[in-house]
Nanobody, 129 residues
Framework: QVQLVESGGGLVQPGGSLRLSCAAS????????IGWFRQAPGKEREGVSC????????YYADSVKGRFTISRDNAKNTVYLQMNSLKPEDTAVYYC??????????????????????WGQGTQVTVSS
């Protein structure tokens, strides 16, 4: 059974940091592009960051560029999102998602157009003082 499980969310003060993890089971991430998406209350889901498997290329939304870093450890079948300098507007449910690398033209397209095949259940991130 294909499954993506996120962890690492929580409550953090503005300026703080969190690291989200996305662990895959039932399939290997070696051949999948992975993305982190988020959805805040009353807003549409948006692509935050995506990473390719084939060449390691990455994409970041302008709102998180310079603050968030996506990385992957294929040996652990896990992808991470390091979030620094968090702002209240980063508050959202964060989801990881996967798509076969061969079907992903660019990671920017994956993130912007939400071109994914599998979703995790999400993890809440709340940035508040």
């Amino acid at each position: 059974q294909v499954q993506l499980v996120e962890s690492g969310g929580g409550l953090v003060q503005p300026g703080g940091s969190l690291r989200l993890s996305c662990a895959a089971s039932g399939f290997t991430l070696d051949y999948y592009a992975i993305g982190w998406f988020r959805q805040a209350p009353g807003k549409e889901r948006e692509g935050v960051s995506c990473i390719s498997s084939s060449d390691g290329s990455t994409y970041y939304a302008d709102s998180v560029k310079g603050r968030f870093t996506i990385s992957r450890d294929n040996a652990k079948n896990t992808v991470y999102l390091q979030m620094n300098s968090l702002k209240p507007e980063d508050t959202a449910v964060y989801y990881c998602a996967a798509a076969p690398d061969r079907l992903v033209a660019t990671v920017q397209a994956m993130c912007v157009m939400t071109l994914v095949n599998y979703w995790g259940q999400g993890t809440q991130v709340t940035v508040s003082s």
